[in-house]
């Protein structure tokens, strides 16, 4: 199958600092990529949909400030969590689908970024 | 409504026996797919099998198997003669292909235990 890539996999920071998470499709190219937020013992939950060329898409609820999200090229979306602060510590993991895999439309999904605000 | 539910926050399994993880799902489109994924303690999110509406046998990939039953909405998924390894969240999952495709719909999940 098609392999995601993220980076870092771990971060600690200071309140109030910013961090960037990068999420790449290594074997093909992807017009759309996502950003989930994890909380422990719980399921995935949307925040974002990152278009290649053009604004992300948020879910309700997430701050489009808080959380910036760029897509610069068909294999490269990354988020910034800006001023970050205790309660953004959480789990963020990046999916793609390799839309020239035709019929399942599988989602890969990138190892994930565990995230410490200290 | 929830479009996937997951009744079986925890469930525990014999090394080598099967096992079976519910999942029922809630959409009116006619065209979607189903999935699973294995999530270790690690974090990563394993993509396991898959399942379209309009497929008309049970996905099978090596241990796993989907049991399909379209009528009562439900998509199961079989893992055939435990392994230690197999201890993880498993996540079904939901795509619907006409209505709102690039949203992905996951169940709250179950943790499986398979025990030496």
Redesign the interface.
Known sequence: ?AVVSQHPSWVICKSGTSVKIECRSLDFQAT?M?WYR?FPK???M?MA?SNEGSKATYEQGVEKDKFLINHASLTLSTLTVTSAHPEDSS?Y?C?ARDEMET??????????T?LSVL | AQKITQTQPGMFVQEKEAVTLDCTYDTSDPSYGLFWYKQPSSGEMIFLIYQGSYDQQNATEGRYSLNFQKARKSANLVISASQLGDSAMYFCAMREFLYNFNKFYFGSGTKLNVKP
């Open positions: 199958g759309t996502f994890q719980q399921s995935l949307l949909t789990f993991i999916s019929g399942k439309n599988i989602q890969y999904f990138g190892a994930g565990r």
